[in-house]
């Protein structure tokens, strides 16, 4: 009897392993955060002020539907910021979605765009190719990183 539950003790649950969409809420949630501790502040305007940002602000994306962005960023040093943020832990399919992610952007009304990424689920190919395609822009700046710790540091620069 003693290997028996009482009857009003709980049973250990087991652990749930998150789901990507899980993952991919808490990095952005992670880079929120991130956005405060540095100095900015949340902002509700469609057009954040300088020194806020909002989130999923609304923009065209490639097929001329409407999509939701991460952050959009009012940043006194470089202006207007879209970004696109991403985790994918383990292999998937986040490297399939780079062209999406990029065409989309472009179509963007900001000159600053940002793709940021978290974990190494992502295929180097895809990487290299997505680097490669963004060197490309010439109306726009188009930054890629591959870490939020890295996105941070050209943020403050």
């Known amino acids: ?24 809420r808490r990095f952005c949630k992670d880079l929120e955060e991130a956005l405060v501790s540095i100095g900015f502040k949340p902002s509700s305007n469609k057009l954040p002020e300088p020194g806020t940002f909002n989130t999923r602000n609304p923009y065209e994306d490639m097929y001329g539907t409407s999509r939701q962005s991460s952050f959009l960023i009012h940043s006194l040093n470089h202006g207007m910021i879209r970004v696109e943020a991403h985790r994918q832990e383990s292999s998937g399919s986040v490297d399939q979605k780079f062209p999406f992610f990029f065409e989309s952007l472009l179509k963007a009304p900001e000159n600053n765009l940002v793709i940021v990424f978290d974990g ?3 295929k180097e190919e895809a990487f290299k190719w997505l680097l490669n395609e963004t060197e490309t822009v010439q109306d726009k700046n188009f930054n890629v990183f591959d870490t939020k710790e890295a996105f ?4 403050k620069s």
């Open 120 to 122: 190494n689920g992502y």
């Open 152 to 155: 941070l540091k050209w943020l």
């Open 1 to 24: 009897m003693e290997n028996q539950y009482s009857l009003f003790d709980e049973t250990p649950q087991p652990s749930i392993a998150s789901t990507p969409i899980e993952s991919n």
